[in-house]
Nanobody, 124 residues
């Protein structure tokens, strides 16, 4: 299984970005995919996750109302639409393929495979 993130970059505060996660490997089409982010010196934190069917997303409190997670029709793409970005959203964003069909809380232990991450930088 491979995961490849894209869509990161530099944006001004108040702007938007759309991150994409391409998941290869048919066996993971029935597993949840979760976005985490990490800043230097801090643990990786959950941003949003979505179940295998794309019906039950979960969000961190910091993401609610601003970010939207979705799955593509072929179920091998997961997107994170991020609006109203602030400098506090600056981080490396990682997508992870879970070993479960639905996100299991906020922990990283649910993740079997990680992508390499994409940098998001929000300037003030």
């Amino acid at each position: 299984v491979q995961l490849v993130e894209s869509g990161g970059g530099l944006v001004q505060a108040g702007g938007s970005l759309r991150l994409s996660c391409a998941v290869s490997g048919d066996s993971f089409r029935r597993n949840a995919v979760v976005w985490f982010r990490q800043t230097p010196g801090k643990d990786r934190e959950l941003v949003a996750g979505i179940d295998w069917n794309g019906r039950w997303p979960i969000y961190a409190n910091s993401a609610k109302g601003r970010f939207t997670i979705s799955r593509g029709d072929a179920n091998n793409m997961v997107y994170l639409q991020m609006n109203s970005l602030t400098p506090e959203d600056t981080a490396v964003y990682y997508c992870g393929a879970s070993r479960f069909a639905a996100p299991q809380g906020q922990g990283v232990r649910q993740i079997s495979f990680w992508g390499h991450g994409t940098q998001v930088t929000v300037s003030s």
